[in-house]
């Protein structure tokens, strides 16, 4: 089955560039979203269709594709940044979802 | 305001079965593609189940593919979850997740969960 790969975890310190990446050999083809989750909390959409931020999300938030990879991208992240991250695309037929196995910022 | 609220969830032997409900507010539910999100305690995401505006359509992971059915009323803005030959794998956190179209693939809001606990 289709599997997307994430780093297990990310540190760094406030107010520098956090970058959580994502490998899928059908992410040429498929669209990747990213979601937060903090403690306790349902998941939050961050960034879809690779590198589009819903309304909401603040700036700082990115995304960008090369290849089979896409990387989330936090600039001068915040405390309140801490939290998991996922990936999430659709196998080359897009008929079945995956998420990766989510990324866990740690802000030192 | 947009809301899902998931209902459902219990302790279940396993082999038994269960019928989750999520319940949908504040946009036009017939509009839209739903999903299905699963998360077991201190693991990861798991996608469960894909389903079209009109039901006509419907996706599965494999890991649920056979046991698990997923429905909707559109006219009750309702979406369901049944789960048969439940097994230990199964305990999680079901998450009821909207679409943001028919088909775009992706979540843009979810519920906050029912937990559904396998074991004997």
């Known amino acids: 089955s289709y599997e997307l790969t994430q780093p297990p975890s990310v540190s760094v310190s406030p107010g520098q560039t956090a970058r959580i990446t994502c490998s899928g050999d059908?992410?040429?083809?498929?669209?990747a979203y990213w979601y937060q989750q903090k403690p306790g909390q349902a998941p939050v959409l961050v960034i879809y269709k690779d590198s589009e931020r819903p309304s909401g999300i603040p700036e700082r938030f990115s995304g960008s594709s090369s290849g089979t990879t896409v990387t989330l991208t936090i600039s001068g992240v915040q405390a309140e940044d801490e939290a998991d991250y996922y990936c999430?695309?659709?196998?080359?037929?897009?008929?079945?979802?995956?998420f990766g196995g989510g990324t866990k910022l740690t802000v030192l | 305001e947009v809301q899902l609220v998931e209902s459902g969830g219990v302790v279940v032997q396993p082999g038994g079965s269960l019928r989750l409900s999520c319940a949908a507010s504040?946009?036009?539910?017939?509009?839209?593609?739903m999903h299905w999100v699963r998360q077991a305690p201190g693991k990861g995401l798991e996608w469960v189940s894909l389903i079209s505006w009109d039901g006509g359509s419907t996706y599965y992971a494999d890991s649920v593919k056979g046991r698990f059915t997923i429905s909707r009323d559109n006219s009750k803005n309702s979406l369901y979850l049944q789960m048969n030959s439940l097994r230990a794998e199964d305990t999680a956190l079901y998450y009821c997740a909207k679409d943001n179209d028919d088909s775009s693939n992706y979540m843009d809001v979810w519920g906050k969960g029912t937990t559904v606990t396998v074991s004997s």
């Open positions: 059908a992410l040429p083809k498929q669209y």
């Open positions: 504040g946009f036009t539910f017939d509009d839209y593609a």
């Open positions: 999430q695309s659709a196998d080359s037929s897009g008929t079945s979802l995956v």
